[in-house]
């Protein structure tokens, strides 16, 4: 077996890409969380979030990046970041978001997240002419934790529909030096 090697994703990543996702959610957030979604909210956002349409969509975005970590043919972990999107109202197009960042049950303690979340940084930073942005679930300790150590900051909430349940998540910011000309 090979180390996964963190690349761009490719159009033809859309069905692998779509399957981790859905499963790598289930078990964050079903199983590990115990999240109680009811069955058709959940299949609902499970379908519009990572149908092959959607995930080639964000692949295929001129404005985001998405990498996945590849081993030897399988996903193993995707992050995507892009224009911000969160409702809070300091938020711009203009500062980036990490929107999602996701590693498989199987593939934990690899060191993938910690890869992928410091390539998203640089990424977001070059971008941004503002601060760095997050939406992660309240719930999500071990994640806010992850964050904060890299200089996130709570500065909101809102309601996130999985169907029509909503997930209360908690809006995270990190200001980043401003450079000559505008851009971070």
Request: proline fraction near 7%; hydrophobic fraction near 40%.
């Amino acid at each position: 077996m090979t180390d996964a090697v963190i690349r761009l994703a490719r159009p033809d990543d859309a069905d692998s890409l779509g399957v981790l996702g859905r499963q790598t959610f289930v078990d964050t957030f079903v199983t590990g969380f115990g999240i109680p979604y009811p069955a058709a909210d959940l299949e609902a956002f499970l379908d519009a979030s990572f149908a092959p349409e959607a995930s080639l969509k964000r692949i295929v975005d001129p404005d985001c990046a998405l990498w996945v970590a590849d081993r030897d043919g399988e996903l193993l972990a995707f992050a995507n970041v892009g224009p911000c999107t969160l409702p809070h109202p300091e938020a711009r197009p203009s500062h980036m978001e990490l929107r999602r960042l996701y590693v498989a049950k199987a593939a934990q303690g690899l060191g993938l997240g910690t890869k992928l979340l410091a390539l998203s940084l640089d990424w977001m930073q070059a971008r941004s002419d503002g601060p760095l942005w997050i939406g992660v679930w309240s719930g999500n300790e071990k994640a806010r934790r992850l964050y904060a150590a890299h200089g996130f900051e709570k500065a909101g909430e809102y309601d996130y529909p999985v169907g029509a349940w909503m997930d209360r998540e908690f809006i995270l910011r990190r200001e980043t030096k401003r450079q000559p000309g505008g851009k971070s």
